[in-house]
């Protein structure tokens, strides 16, 4: 391994850059550049094209705040589709919800799974519990398909600006998914970087409106992705976030996590007051 | 003016690189090298020995969260020490508090209030308000030796690594703090990076535990400061940061907020799991 300089953008004028031991893997899938980078400070990393998809030392806020905070959310969910989501990571989060009957995950690259189990498999190997079914195909076909209907659907994607994802946050794919989630059901998904990024992220928002009657904005800081808190959507027909806290504050979590709870899953949608003005509307 | 680019660390491996274009003021105090910078994305900054102070895009985060927390936890703040604050944006913020009757505000250093008053004029002209009694002293000298006492302290001062503000992160320092408060006195300030430098911010709670019966961590994100949410100290006699929320919610805000409203002042004391443990002790 040869020490080198990983960097990032956050615009078009910041870049993070982040020392770096060496590359441990790189190769080229049908959709994807994939390589894997040993960083001092946010060590392992998994990078597709170019682009930061996680790394040890966060993500587990990431995961954690996909999962959770529509899980604990929703009063008995059973049924969980994951779309994207290949490392495993949100697999494993899911799986931390005893009551849970199946997992259907939809990932359209096989060889990000082949490449997490390797080299991270607390992530990975979630992928082989028995709860768990994967499909390996494009998640958009998927939900334009089925009859069935799941309690969450959590989208783990790339981000919009990359190929593959675009077709991740358009309308026909959130109205598909709309259909496939059960009259409690919730989306949860990735969005993006609501300051460096207002735009983009902005758009994806009004797309989710024009489809779910709740969407609400909520946040975490992943400083892997970039300098301020990045935002999630929280999407449903009739469920908002605040509706399973008492439940979670009297039952209890019955697992370890590392960033969540419930002062967090409310804290996430405390809004900037300009950002409030602009998205919770 | 020279384009160039501003680097700052947040770890010994990890840097954030600026894209600039060019140094509006160099100098150098009787206390520290004082730059104004004009950069692509962050607005002009004000870079004390080398360290970003504030800028333009996140300054509104930094002193909205250490005033209005405080002063909105407090019931009926009249008297407001300000330690440090220099460049006029935490006396800003206490003035929108219509309520008040006078904030006294000790800065060690002159040329700081000079250069934020030509540099920054919507912060610095604020130190010009007849409410706003400005004395250019050591603070830890100043609360040493007064014998007043004040409903608010608010430490405004650069980190505890650069040389002067080291004794204002003092046990020695906090005890005259208790000293200057009234029984509902409330004392707030900026701590670091609790994550990048947890051991730093650590070793500065327990200090001021070792002072204050109240002791509780807040954050918020300045990307100018670090990756991750920044934290800050609420400390007191007897007052939470909760006591003021119901009063709040009633009354609402009277005045404009950029980052601040009800929600952060609570979602701010929400801290991620692995903090909570060691911080909320």
New interface residues.
Partial sequence: MFPYIFRYE??????????CNGVLHSSRSSFQKIEVVE????GRMLILDGVINLTERDES?YHEMLVHVPLFSHPDPLKILIVGGGDGGTAREVLKHEGIDRIQQVEIDREVIAVSKKYFPSLGLALDHPKVNVLVMDAIQYVREIEETFDIILVDSTDPVIGQSEGLFSVPFYRDCLNALTEQGILAAQVGDI??ETDLVSAVFNKLKEVFPVVRVYLA?I?SYT???YSFAFCSKTIHPEMGLARLRRIGMSFQ?????P??H?????????L?KEFDK
């Avoid at 960083?39 to 946010?42: I, K, R, T, V």
């Avoid at 996590?257 to 709870?261: G, I, M, S, V």
Wanted: charged content about 15%.
């Fill in positions: 956050i615009s078009p004028h910041i870049s993070v850059y982040l020392e960083s001092l400070d946010f806020v300051s460096f800081p400083p300098l301020v808190p996590t590392r960033y969540y709870n002062q967090i409310q804290g996430a949608f405390a809004l900037p007051e300009h409030r």
